[in-house]
């Protein structure tokens, strides 16, 4: 890999009702800051809202899945590290149809929902025509307050790799490319800029930036929209539901713009991929 360093702004599209315009925001955002985003999608997110997709495509954003709906409890999880395969690549072919069929061309990047993720999802992927993976939750614990602790994955490669195809969280031959979703204990995304602040946020970015020349932040549409116009499933946790709006815009901005005053360059997940040998 080169010796730029590389910000990724990466959106996940799950489908909640009303948050459509939080993707149109995060659209405007990327346009005033000069970020490329790449945007995992679910299908239904993407069947709802193909405006909204068809403009990312069209200004240049990368489009990838983020599985087929992704509802947001646990009991009714859609999870592509414990059920059957042939479910997940149910799951998958749809997802990939209904967003091709928007962009009129298939998706080469996946995100799997609260990052669950195994061998057999990457054989999946490879089956189907991905090349790039960004689920492998390295060096993230949620201190079993969240849904992602696999300690297993925990000391997989903070910068991109090719991982073992039996072992994701280990290097190897694997077609598929790793590109890690950030973390130091806490995540490089949203949920950190939200609670913490984006000053805190930054210095979690400069924690990562000493092991990986690519910063991997997330975000949803969602959390930039009024929680009283969003219709989320029951049993989604209230840290979810609990003060999202348009007046935490101001923070990933910042957030932003304070990584690339540090040198990162914007890139896509596809961008940084060609990088890797």
């Known amino acids: 890999m080169s010796d ?35 945007i995992f999608t679910t299908g239904m997110f993407a069947l709802h809202h193909p405006e909204a997709i068809g403009r990312a495509h069209a200004e240049g954003h990368e489009i990838g899945v983020h599985g087929w709906e992704h509802p947001m409890p646990v009991f009714m999880a859609e999870n592509y590290r414990f059920t059957p395969v042939d479910r997940r690549r149910t799951w998958l072919r749809q997802a990939t149809d209904a967003v091709a069929g928007i962009i009129g061309a298939l998706p080469r990047a996946f995100r799997a929902p609260y990052l669950w993720i195994d061998g057999a999802t990457l054989h999946l992927l490879e089956e189907i025509g991905y090349v790039v993976d960004s689920s492998v939750p390295t060096r993230r614990f949620d201190g079993l307050l969240g849904m992602i602790n696999h ?16 072992r ?6 694997g077609r598929v490319l790793e590109v890690p979703p950030s973390a130091w204990l806490l995540p490089l995304n949203m949920s950190t800029v939200r609670f913490l602040g984006w000053r805190a946020t930054l210095a979690v970015a400069d924690l990562i930036g000493r092991a990986s020349p690519v910063l991997n932040f997330y975000c949803h549409p969602w959390e930039f929209v009024a929680s009283d116009a969003l219709t989320f499933p029951p049993g989604t946790p209230v840290r979810h539901t609990r003060a999202t709006g348009p007046h935490l815009l101001p923070g990933v901005a910042a957030f932003a713009d304070g990584v690339l005053r540090r040198g990162y360059r914007p890139a896509t997940v596809a961008e940084v991929a060609r990088c890797v040998s």
């Not at 959106?11 to 490329?36: E, I, K, M, N, Q």
């Not at 300690?151 to 073992?164: G, I, K, M, S, T």
């Open 4 to 38: 730029a360093r590389h910000f990724l702004f990466t959106v996940d599209a799950d489908w909640v009702p009303g948050s459509g315009p939080g993707l149109l925001a995060l659209l405007d955002l990327c346009h005033a800051l000069g970020l490329r985003a790449t």
């Open 168 to 173: 994701p969280g280990r290097r190897g031959r």
């Open 151 to 166: 300690l297993d994955y925990f000391l997989a490669p903070l910068a991109p790799y090719r991982p073992d195809p039996h």
